[in-house]
């Protein structure tokens, strides 16, 4: 079964630091796609940044990077130089193929909450 | 620049009563979405549909029914609310493909429903 596992509840990071958010993933499928959201306290999901499990390359879009250790079955967000407006939930996602469909489905983490101080 | 439209930002219901929720998006998505969003649980997909008068069970469809008349809206629907469905729901949507790519879904504002 496809599954995703965020492990950290909680980050705390100062403003203009680094911080990565872990996330790793189980599937038997070998084409699948990973995402991560943001969602700021409005509620509304937005997305950041994809990585297909066949890209050679880490996905990166602006201060966002994704580090992808397909081996290991792991896509952890890197977001660079911390912002206040930073601070939201993020959640780690995974399209795949839907066993009983036939079609796509994407499945998410639990999620993590980042907090950014000034 | 509104995409995706959930009708009710924040719905108080009673045990037993029938709630209806609405989803429209304005983008011709083939695709639709409802998922519901708990603490430590993040989103799980309650149902969805690729096209018009079509639906798929999700991971949690017991207790909720959908309906896709036309293809922009897509409805989720609880026959009798119960306490245990107080959450919030998320519709989300995206274009229909044949494959695993970067296939970005596009969310609503949510819909926060308390049941008492």
């Known amino acids: 079964a496809q599954k995703i596992t965020q492990t950290q509840p909680g980050m705390f990071v100062q403003e203009k630091e680094a911080v990565t958010l872990d996330c790793t993933y189980d599937?038997?499928?070998?084409?699948?796609?990973l995402f991560w959201y943001k969602q700021p306290s409005s509620g509304e999901m937005i997305f950041l940044i994809y990585q297909g499990s066949y890209d050679q390359q880490n996905a990166t879009e602006g201060r966002y990077s994704l580090n992808f250790q397909k081996a290991r079955k792991s896509a952890n967000l890197v977001i660079s130089a911390s912002q206040l407006g930073d601070s939201a939930m993020y959640f780690c996602a995974m399209r795949g193929p839907d066993r009983n469909t036939g079609g796509f489905k994407t499945i998410f983490g639990a999620g993590t909450r980042l907090f950014v101080k000034a | 620049d509104v995409k995706v439209t959930q009708s009710s930002r924040y719905l108080v219901k009673r045990t037993g009563e029938k709630v209806f929720l609405e989803c429209v998006q304005d983008?011709?998505?083939?695709?639709m979405f409802w998922y519901r969003q708990d603490p430590g649980l993040g989103l799980r997909l309650i149902y969805f549909?690729?096209?018009?008068?079509?639906?798929e069970k999700g991971d949690i469809p017991e207790g909720y029914s959908v309906s896709r008349e036309k293809k922009e809206r897509f409805s989720l629907i609880l026959e009798s609310a119960s306490t245990n469905q107080t959450s919030m729901y998320l519709c989300a949507s995206s274009y229909w493909d044949r494959d695993d790519g970067a296939n970005v879904l596009t969310f609503g504002a949510g819909s926060r429903l308390t049941v008492l």
């Open positions: 983008m011709d998505h083939e695709n």
């Open positions: 549909s690729y096209d018009v008068k079509m639906k």
């Open positions: 599937t038997s499928d070998p084409s699948y796609g």
